[in-house]
T-cell receptor, first 111, second 114 residues
Framework: QKEVEQNSGPLSVPEGAIASLNCTYS??????FFWYRQYSGKSPELIMF????GDKEDGRFTAQLNKASQYVSLLIRDSQPSDSATYLCAALTSGGFKTIFGAGTRLFVKA | GAGVSQSPSNKVTEKGKDVELRCDPI?????LYWYRQSLGQGLEFLIYFQGNSAPDKSGLPSDRFSAERTGGSVSTLTIQRTQQEDSAVYLC????????????FGPGTRLLVL
């Protein structure tokens, strides 16, 4: 079974710190990976996607992908209380268009 | 439309009744997905439509669940003989052919089966 695993948390960091969110996936053929943010009671919204090994930066967010280790991470620099949400990692499965989501990591940023 | 819309936003029904949930994707998006999210859980894939191709129904949990997409646009998810364990938020998402991987989610339908 193709799976995406995340630590459910909660992960608590002080305001201004770096939050590090991690994810592993089982389908070695997956090529595309996504981080979605979901505020309580709201729908997920895309933060970043990454296809290539290495780092991809967008403002305060950096996604990291290591296909050999089947590992994806999201770093949030200068964390703000407004970053408090659940972060969902997702992988596009090989050979199709089905996206498998992890259960999400809850992040709390303390003011 | 400006985004994915879903209706109703909330639905309360009695066990054993049938329900229909509607999704109106972003105009021009050919891919449409249905997910289910139980309280505090991640997204559970239900079904995927892409253009005129046969849908991927591999995530439907039982034969009480069915979905259709008419004219390549609006989709309806039907749950027959609802059970209490069907209570969840049902999310619809759509994506374009040029960026099929980026999914845009609707606000969801919160279903409560009493």
């Amino acid at each position: 079974q193709k799976e995406v695993e995340q630590n459910s948390g909660p992960l608590s960091v002080p305001e201004g710190a770096i939050a590090s969110l991690n994810c592993t996936y089982s389908d070695r053929g997956s090529q595309s990976f996504f981080w979605y943010r979901q505020y309580s009671g709201k729908s997920p919204e895309l933060i970043m996607f990454i296809y290539s090994n290495g780092d991809k930066e967008d403002g305060r967010f950096t996604a990291q992908l290591n296909k050999a280790s089947q590992y994806v991470s999201l770093l949030i620099r200068d964390s703000q209380p407004s970053d408090s949400a659940t972060y969902l990692c997702a992988a596009l499965t090989s050979g199709g268009f089905k996206t498998i989501f992890g259960a999400g990591t809850r992040l709390f940023v303390k003011a | 439309g400006a985004g994915v819309s879903q209706s109703p936003s909330n639905k309360v029904t009695e066990k054993g009744k049938d329900v229909e949930l509607r999704c109106d994707p972003i105009s021009g998006h050919t891919a449409l997905y249905w997910y289910r999210q139980s309280l505090g859980q991640g997204l559970e894939f239900l079904i995927y439509f892409q253009g005129n191709s046969a849908p991927d129904k591999s995530g439907l949990p039982s034969d009480r669940f069915s979905a259709e997409r008419t004219g390549g646009s609006v989709s309806t998810l039907t749950i027959q003989r609802t059970q209490q364990e069907d209570s969840a938020v049902y999310l619809c998402a759509s994506s374009s052919t040029r960026a099929q991987e980026t999914q845009y989610f609707g606000p969801g339908t919160r279903l409560l089966v009493l």
